[in-house]
């Protein structure tokens, strides 16, 4: 069984950062890419950002870029989200997503086949 273990979600004020991390453990699993979504209440899910766990290339939304940095470590099997200079509209659950096919910095949700449950990022004007 695969875990993706999201972790460092929390409430903080606007102006503020947060960090995420994204923890996968249980049955080995070649992942080519890591990803970053968040649902906001009322909207649907959307697309935050990804990483080439091989190459460590990364692209990101229009809406975070500049403001938020995706990483990994691969000897840990662990993403990250640097979050930095938050807004209330960042307001959200963030979810981790492994990629097990390889596919150039997948943006959609439906190229990413492993989940985490989610954690809670909240942020205060």
């Known amino acids: 069984q695969v875990q993706l273990v999201e972790s460092g979600g929390g409430l903080v004020q606007a102006g503020g950062s947060l960090r995420l991390s994204c923890a996968h453990s249980?049955?080995?699993?070649?992942?080519?890419?890591m990803g970053w979504f968040r649902q906001a209440p009322g909207k649907e899910r959307e697309f935050v950002s990804t990483i080439s766990v091989s190459e460590g290339s990364s692209d990101y939304a229009d809406s975070v870029k500049g403001r938020f940095t995706i990483s990994r470590d691969s000897a840990k099997n662990t993403v990250y989200l640097q979050m930095n200079s938050l807004k209330p509209e960042d307001t959200a659950v963030y979810y981790c997503a492994a990629g097990v096919h390889r596919r150039t910095l997948p943006k959609f949700q439906h190229e990413y086949e492993h989940w985490g449950r989610g954690t809670q990022v909240t942020v205060s004007s």
């Open positions: 249980g049955r080995p699993l070649i992942m080519y890419a």
